[in-house]
């Protein structure tokens, strides 16, 4: 496990850092799969960049050794490049793209490369997060596989969210998600318990079925169809007032 020490996260990071010894025992819940792997692809490709190699390794760690496979590592240094020696041990043809020397990946170039039979898996900064998001736009949605690590958008520290009020249907309880909070927030201020992790609509712990409403999805977890009834209250909201189901 590599952990990106991060000054202004939520203190997670900085408590492992910081306050922990080699050698002491952290008793951690069971890890959520942001990614699963594609079992009818017939060539998978992995594009990490930095400290998204974590989610990387997890993957190639279940892949069959006889899949058809390349992995494209985007880091500022190869020496400094954390799993290196691990990636080479899976088989797979292992790209290195160092931008202290000048071998940045070409998103582009890589895209063009890949059959209508490929799956694209990829994490990293919200850069290279972009630029593939942009360029697989026209994929099928299951042909495309991503993790992040950067938190939704917060709109609300800029101002830019409204109140809305939530039904909960079966417990017939109506609840006013204030512009300051988030509506799982106020579920939980309301007695309402829903189960979480990330809080940041990236790992889909907190995934609710909706039945009324304009949500205004800010996920990165939640494909167009599923967002047809299902959003995550730890980052999405309403315009007005919407139902939802536990």
């Known amino acids: 496990m590599a952990i990106k020490r991060e000054a202004e996260g939520r203190g997670g990071s900085i408590a ?9 025992e952290v008793a951690v819940s069971a890890p959520v799969a942001g990614m699963t792997l594609d079992d009818t692809a017939e060539h998978h490709v992995f594009v990490a960049g930095g ?11 279940g892949l069959a050794s006889a899949s058809s496979a390349e992995v494209h590592y985007c880091v500022r240094s190869a020496e400094s490049a954390p799993y290196l020696d691990d990636l080479r041990g899976f088989g797979a043809p292992v790209h290195v793209h160092d931008s202290s020397v000048g071998t940045r990946l070409d998103v582009g170039e890589l895209i063009e490369t890949c059959s209508p039979t490929t799956t694209l898996y990829f994490c990293g900064p919200p850069g290279l997060m972009s630029d593939i998001s942009t360029a697989t736009s026209s994929w099928p949605a299951a042909r495309v596989r991503s993790e992040t690590f950067t938190p939704a958008q917060d709109l609300a520290a800029e101002g830019g969210d409204e109140p809305f009020e939530v039904y909960v249907n079966g417990v017939g309880k109506t609840i006013q998600v204030c512009a300051e909070e ?8 309301s007695g309402v318990h829903v189960d979480s992790s990330c809080e940041a609509g990236q790992c889909g712990t907190c995934v609710l079925e909706y039945t009324e409403g304009d949500v205004l999805h800010r996920d990165s977890i939640l494909d167009d169809d599923e967002r047809t009834e299902m ?16």
């Open 16 to 24: 492992f850092h910081d306050a922990l010894d080699i050698g002491e």
């Open 182 to 189: 988030t509506m799982l927030s106020a579920l939980r201020r």
């Open 51 to 61: 400290i998204g190699i974590t989610a990387i390794i997890g993957l190639l760690n």
């Open 231 to 246: 959003l995550t209250p730890c980052v999405s909201r309403a315009r007005g007032r919407m139902a939802i189901d536990l």
